[in-house]
């Protein structure tokens, strides 16, 4: 799936800068129970030669409305496939799932270290 990430050239190659993209609809389906879950996806990174580009990041992430995977399994590949599409200095991955059983999960992946602190 990786191959449908799409990127651009970075337009300031020698400033390190962070990029944020926000994803307030992602849907997944429950590998035990076949259930949708639903997670707010937050991207952090700050870019290397290329950037992320959003129509196909859109499309990429749908792809996993019909697939049954776990919480932190899709954060992690998520992160894999975009660190493998765009080589960022530093990329972070967060997964913030709606409640269920009482329970909210917020799954965190980092890659990389640019020296550039990621913002809170």
């Not at 496939?81 to 799932?97: G, Y």
């Amino acid at each position: 799936m990786a191959s449908t990430l799409e990127v651009f050239p970075n337009p300031h190659p020698t400033r390190d800068y962070h990029i944020e993209h926000q994803v307030r609809e992602f849907t997944s389906l429950c590998p035990k129970t076949g259930q949708p879950d639903f997670a707010t996806i937050t991207i952090r990174y700050v870019p290397g030669p290329t950037c992320i580009e959003l129509k196909s990041l859109k499309l990429y992430l749908q792809s996993f409305r019909s697939r049954g995977v776990f919480y932190e399994d899709v954060t992690n590949l998520i992160l894999n496939d975009l660190a493998s599409a765009c080589s960022p200095k530093w990329i972070r991955v967060e997964s913030r799932w709606s409640v269920r059983g009482g329970i909210e999960s917020i799954i965190t992946a980092e890659h990389g270290d640019c020296g550039l602190r990621p913002v809170a």
